[in-house]
C-alpha cells in the first residue's frame, strides 16, 4: 500500500471517528461543510469515510476546523485514540452534570426553604387573603404552595451524591475540577460553626 493510500485510509477513518464521537450524523457533516463553502452532501460524507472519495487540502481543513482538531490528528486517529478521547469527553460531560446538578439541588432546597418562610410570614399578616388557584376553594399561602414547599426530590438527589461521595471523588476532582461539595443540608444565613 502506498504512503497516499495509507494516509487516505487513515483520514477516511479518523473523519468517521471523530463525527460518530460527537454523536452526529453524515448529513450534520455535510451541512456543516456546505456553511464552510464546499458542495457536499450526505452522500459525499459517505464516500469520504469509506475512503472512495479524495479529499481536497481546503476541505481537510475545514473538516479540522468543523472537529476543532488539527488536521494530524483526524489522519493519526486510531480506534483506540478515538474511544479514549469518547471516554475522556464523556466523563468530563458527566462530571460537570453531576455537579451542575449538586449545585441546582442545593438552590432547590434553599428555595424551597425561601417560599415556607415568606408563605408563613404572609400567612402570619392579619390581613392577608388567602390564595386560590382556579376554581379551588381560598386557602393560606402555606397550604396553597405545600406541594412546592413538600417537594424535596433535589434534596433527596444531594444527600445521595454525599453518601457516594468517595466512590466519585477521585473522577470529580479529575474531571470537573471539584474536591469537595458543599455541605447539605447548606447553613442559612448568620448560622454559626458549632
Request: include cysteine; proline fraction near 4%.
Amino acid at each position: 500500500m502506498s504512503n497516499a493510500a495509507t494516509y487516505e485510509g487513515a483520514f477516511a477513518r479518523g473523519v468517521r471517528l471523530h463525527r460518530e464521537q460527537r454523536g452526529e450524523s453524515q448529513q450534520w457533516l455535510a451541512d456543516q461543510m456546505r456553511d464552510a463553502g464546499h458542495e457536499w452532501h450526505q452522500s459525499t460524507v459517505y464516500k469520504v469515510e469509506t475512503g472512495k472519495r479524495k479529499v481536497m487540502v481546503e476541505e481537510a481543513a475545514s473538516i479540522a476546523d468543523i472537529f476543532g482538531v488539527p488536521i494530524a490528528q483526524l489522519l493519526a486517529s486510531s480506534d483506540r485514540v478515538v474511544a479514549m478521547n469518547r471516554v475522556l469527553t464523556s466523563a468530563h460531560s458527566l462530571a460537570d452534570t453531576i455537579y451542575e446538578l449538586d449545585v441546582m439541588a442545593l438552590k432547590a432546597h434553599r428555595l424551597r426553604a425561601a417560599l415556607a418562610v415568606a408563605c408563613a410570614d404572609y400567612d402570619d399578616l392579619e390581613d392577608s387573603w388567602e390564595i386560590h388557584f382556579g376554581d379551588t376553594p381560598p386557602v393560606p399561602a402555606t397550604a396553597a404552595h405545600a406541594s412546592l414547599i413538600n417537594f424535596d426530590a433535589a434534596d433527596a438527589y444531594a444527600v445521595d451524591v454525599r453518601r457516594r461521595w468517595l466512590d466519585i471523588a477521585p473522577l470529580m476532582n479529575e474531571y470537573a475540577n471539584v474536591e469537595r461539595l458543599e455541605d447539605f443540608p447548606p447553613r442559612t444565613e448568620g448560622q454559626q460553626d458549632g
